[in-house]
């Protein structure tokens, strides 16, 4: 079920906070790192208020502590080898052509570059299970899995992305970039909400990208920009509202005066319009809307 986040609020009335009726987990999927969790508490508190809250779980014999509030995997608990769910394989041309016909036709890659991609990448399909109908981002830190997201490939997904399960997941993703192996890059990188944004701007763009996974930064994730040599941040615009300075751009100016506080030089560079992420943009696009001087000269 989804409904709107009460923490992003009017920010975004869209229902893009998914809840798990089984299991009780939610997560937004604006902002993962700080609006996602495992406590039926904290969630209808967040809705209803304290008193509400407490009455409702009463009734299903759930006592409410103050330690319950939020849980997590604590670090020594994370596994030290990710496992990928049941029904997650390799990527196979001759089984896999809808997989196909997303990338080439609604994500605007080229064919003759997808082989290219899967394998840099690390790609993986979702063929039944949790992750059917999902093409499977892995983020790798020194040569190994510590994560996942999972893009569906319909337009009529209730959730455009599926993250990993916590449990799972080998290190904390709110102190992960996606492709931060490209920080390295002498030229800079680009900064991104998406996996997959950052996969197409990695590929067709002047420089390589890497993504939050949200349109906000955690201190961990500012911490690892600070190894950049310059970072253009390109963040999405199809929450912006009431004109140019809508909540993606305000995000996109704050993430700049945190990398600016640490020594960073860093631009906002505004979304090529139409498009409303980087991964919208079609290949044949990319050397005419974003090249080095477009990002050089953006403010």
């Not at 608990?77 to 769910?85: G, Q, T």
């Not at 790798?140 to 399960?165: D, E, H, Q």
């Not at 890497?210 to 349109?215: D, E, K, M, S």
């Amino acid at each position: 079920m989804n409904i709107q986040c009460p923490w992003c609020g009017t920010a975004d009335p869209s229902f893009h906070l998914g809840i798990n009726p089984k299991t009780g987990a939610y997560s937004c999927w604006r902002n993962r790192s700080a609006h996602s969790g495992y406590s039926p508490f904290r969630l209808l508190n967040q809705l209803l208020g304290a008193v509400k809250a407490s009455a409702i779980l009463r009734k299903y014999g759930v006592v409410q502590r103050a330690a319950q509030d939020v849980v997590s995997v604590r670090a020594e608990e994370r596994p030290s080898v990710l496992h990928y769910p049941i029904g997650i394989a390799p990527y196979q041309a001759h089984l896999d052509d809808i997989f196909t016909r997303y990338l080439v036709q609604a994500r605007g890659f080229a064919q003759e570059d997808l082989a290219q991609v899967i394998q840099r990448f690390n790609l993986r399909v979702g063929r039944h299970g949790t992750y059917a109908g999902r093409w499977i981002i892995p983020y790798m830190v020194a040569g190994r899995v510590v994560y996942f997201t999972a893009r569906a490939i319909t337009s009529n997904a209730v959730l455009r992305y599926k993250a990993c399960p916590d449990a799972l997941a080998v290190l904390n993703p709110s102190t992960l970039l996606f492709n931060a192996e490209a920080l390295d890059n002498p030229a800079g990188v680009i900064l991104c909400e998406g996996a997959l944004d950052a996969i197409k701007a990695t590929i067709y763009g002047p420089i390589p990208a890497v993504a939050l996974g949200t349109n906000n930064a955690s201190a961990a994730q500012i911490q690892q920009l600070t190894r950049a040599r310059r970072v253009f941040i390109i963040l999405d615009n199809d929450h912006i509202e009431n004109g140019p300075i809508g909540s993606v751009t305000n995000q996109a100016l704050a993430i700049y005066a945190n990398l600016i506080s640490h020594g960073i030089p860093a631009r906002v560079v505004p979304m090529p319009t139409p498009y409303k992420d980087l991964a919208a943009i079609p290949y044949s696009e990319y050397p005419k809307l974003l090249t080095i001087k477009a990002l050089t000269n953006a403010r």
